[in-house]
């Protein structure tokens, strides 16, 4: 109980620690701005190049917005409302007191009429046209009195009213109007001019009820709201930058981005779903999976690599989301892990692109079809040239996305269309590549065969192959009909042809250093163990086990391949030497006539101990007949699956009987009877017909 509550522990804090290494580098990479403003601009200066919005976007434009409320503010004039009865009484005054210095100026009989002139025009606050001084200096003294009276009667009169700064100019006017009723018309004009060069506001600016006034009048000015379209041009090539088309920039991205609270936690919670959902996934479905911390790591890391990669280099660029290689996701996936993985990391990642590129429907329905193109074309690839045509599946699929909705919206430019052609192109090219140049630095880190792997180790030039071929050639011929047989039955059940016929090639490899203690290998019926004691033999027969491992590594093959070494033969008891040894005395400890094991933990594996079991038993039968072969065929099968050989290898009942059919089939086709030859034609080919020597 004990152990099964640690297991549930441990179990479940890989998987928490799988999620955290998913959702918090993710949250940071999409919520956070990585790298400095994508366009270092300065207002004033000329634009270096053409600037698009890459996204829909709607903002308050606080430049605008304060252009606005400027604006509405002027529109509101100064408050006069506090009266000053005490300047109508002064100007009274003043004016009487200029009008009494003019009359001196006329009466003064010491100056000449010149110096009269110059007099009247030095006067302070004085303003008169050189007609109004000529005329001032010339009135006869009862005309002038009258000018006197309707000047100082015009200026008391005006300033008896509320007269603010901005009234001044038309209660000036009249006055002129008012004097004209009893002056003649130049008379007129010069008290017109005396008074209003003495007229003066006689209302004062409140200012708190001004200031009151002007920010009710901002407060009427709604926010101004800008919109932007996705394409629209934002700044020209060469135009000069203003503050305004900064925070277009700002507001859509490509300059300074703020980051607030609100985005963070939603792009949190937006990982956080989508990670949990992967999780889910790998937790029901692919079990194997979670428990295999180098592969969860790996799948962590391509995820976050991707969408890292993504967001350092499309946002800003409107063609950058079209060409980004998204599809080498699920290619390098299905290549390093399996197809169910890499079809749930399609979704995954098509998500968060989705937020990279700003919701984009036409880029996200690319990145899902021409991933799904890329994993179908990369799945069973085994040579470099089909990662390429799988490079021109997804440069298929894209383009076939984006002239759908070409006429879905219509709003491209059909003259833009070969360049989205090639933009597919490169898309493709770039997934291919990107496949073909990681998948094996990432085997490697994380120790994982790919198929290019396996093609390379099964071939014949292989060392290890060649030793086995001409130390122990009868292994080699036993393991390639094995290979034969697991890998016509693999094909069946739908579990990994390659492996199967690569571990078949290599399982028995340590027969290598004894080749003659096999029967496979022994000529003239020189049977070495005739001359051991059981116990030796054991040994030495299990020995090809460990010994076969130990090649391997030395050889440097994967695990994977390692293990058919490992597995082929299970935990079974070597019975042939254990019932001799009992013969022989009593005592015997099993243990000591059994394989290492362990027992084969996947159906690669289960496959290759079957097909070798039956091979080998099926080999040393006198007769091969089809019924002779369904015999042996059931009755090794039945014997590993009663032994408990393949408890731990996923092989279902339904698995077994499908892998009967094939092992039958091959077996078939190796023992099938061969016709007798012709008298004749056995003489020509070399072989001595019945009953006649051979010359």
Known sequence: MATKAKHFVTNYIRYFAFVFLLILPLTIILAFQLLPARYQLHEGEPAPQTIKSPERSSYVSQIRTKQALDEAEAQ?????????????RQQVEKTAATLTRITDIRNDRS????????????????????????????????????????????????????????????????????ATESLPSEDAVLATEVASSLIK????????????????????????????????????????????????????????????????????????????????????????????????????????????????TIPGRELYGYVFPLAAVPMLLVTLLDVQTALVSIAMVSILFAYVVGGSLELVVMSLVGGLAGLIGAWKASRIVGFFVAGLSVALADFGVILAFFFINQDYEPSRLPLFAVISLINGGLAAALTVGSFSVLGHIFGITTNLQLMELAHPSNPLLRSLTTEAP????????????????????????????????YHDI????????????????????????????????????????????KGRLPAKVADFILEHHGTRLIGVFYQ???????????????????????????????????????????????????????????????????????????????????????????????IEYPQAEASLSGTAAPGRKKH
């Open 76 to 88: 509101v004039g100064p408050v006069y409302s506090l009266y000053d009865p005490a300047v109508a």
């Open 111 to 178: 100056t000449s009429p010149s110096q009269k002139q110059d007099a009247l025009r030095s006067l302070p606050g004085l303003k008169l046209s050189p007609q109004s001084v000529d005329l001032a200096l010339s009135l006869p003294p009862q005309s002038w009195q009258a000018v006197i009276s309707e000047t100082v009667r015009d200026v008391g009169d005006t300033l008896r009213m509320r007269v603010n700064p901005d009234q001044v100019a038309a209660a000036k006017e009249r006055i002129y109007g008012k």
């Open 201 to 312: 506001p006689n209302l004062q600016e409140d200012k708190a009820e001004t200031e009151k006034e002007r920010r009710a009048a901002r407060d009427r000015v709604p926010p101004v709201r800008v919109s932007l379209e996705k394409g629209e041009v934002i700044l020209r090539d060469g135009e000069i930058i203003t503050a305004e088309d900064l925070e277009k920039l700002e507001a859509v991205g490509l300059l300074n981005p703020e980051t607030k609270w609100p985005d963070i936690l939603g792009v949190a919670l937006l990982v956080s779903i989508v990670s949990l959902g992967l999780w889910l996934y790998i937790l029901n479905f692919q079990p194997r999976l979670m428990n295999d911390n180098r592969r969860l790591l790996l799948l962590a890391v391509v995820v976050v690599g991707a969408v890292l990669a993504a967001k350092l």
């Open 474 to 505: 009868g292994t080699y011929h036993h393991s390639v009909i094995v290979g034969n047989m697991a890998e016509r039955a693999a094909e069946a059940i739908g579990a990994d042809a390659l492996l199967v016929r690569v571990g078949s090639y």
């Open 510 to 553: 340590g027969k290598i250093l004894r080749p003659g203690y096999f029967s496979e290998n022994q000529l003239n019926g020189d049977n070495v163990h005739d001359r051991l004691d059981p116990l030796t033999s054991a040994r030495y027969v299990a020995g090809h086990v460990t010994e076969g491992l130990a090649l391997a590594k």
């Open 580 to 674: 001799k040894a009992c013969q022989q005395g009593d005592g015997v400890d099993a243990s000591d006539f059994t394989y290492p094991g362990p027992r084969p933990q996947s159906k690669e594996t289960a496959l290759v101990m079957l097909a070798d079991a039956v091979e080998a038993v099926a080999r040393s039968k006198r007769s091969h007949s089809p019924e002779e072969v369904d015999e042996v065929v059931e009755t090794v099968v039945s014997d590993r699956v009663a032994e408990g050989q393949l408890d731990d290898s996923e092989l279902t009942m339904r698995d077994l009987r499908t892998i009967k059919d094939a092992f039958r089939a091959v077996l078939q086709g190796v023992f099938h009877p061969r």
